[in-house]
């Protein structure tokens, strides 16, 4: 079965920077497609970034496009989320998904949390 764990979170100040990793397993990670949704009580579910299987192609939302980077290293069946300049509305549990299909990528799907996602990390973006 598909497991994701998912680290990295923590508190930071505003301008400060994190790195989210997420090691997999129980799929093939190397033909997928990952991407990084942040749950948050004033937004819910936000799609962030997407990296597809081989890493050659990216895409952001316009919340994550200029301060986060979306990578993958395959051979450590890990993808990671580095995120730069954070404010204090990047505050969120954030996570990593195997499932979902980012915008222009597919067919859409509805975003909603299944075995295909990791636990989550949390990230506060506090001074």
């Known amino acids: 079965q598909v497991h994701l764990v998912v680290s990295g979170g923590g508190l930071v100040q505003p301008g400060g920077s994190l790195r989210l990793s997420c090691a997999a397993s129980g799929f093939p990670f190397s033909s997928a497609t990952m991407s990084w949704v942040r749950e948050n009580s004033r937004k819910g579910l936000e799609w962030l970034a997407s990296?597809?299987?081989?890493?050659?192609?990216?895409t952001y939302s316009d919340s994550a496009r200029g301060r986060f980077t979306v990578s993958r290293d395959n051979a450590k069946n890990t993808v990671y989320l580095h995120m730069d300049n954070l404010e204090f509305s990047d505050t969120a549990v954030y996570f990593c998904?195997?499932?979902?299909?980012?915008?222009?990528?597919?067919?859409?799907?509805?975003?909603?949390?299944?075995?295909?996602w990791g636990q989550g990390t949390r990230v506060t973006v506090s001074s």
């Open positions: 998904a195997s499932d979902v299909v980012p915008p222009g990528w597919g067919k859409p799907r509805a975003l909603i949390k299944s075995d295909y």
């Open positions: 990296v597809n299987g081989d890493g050659s192609r990216t």
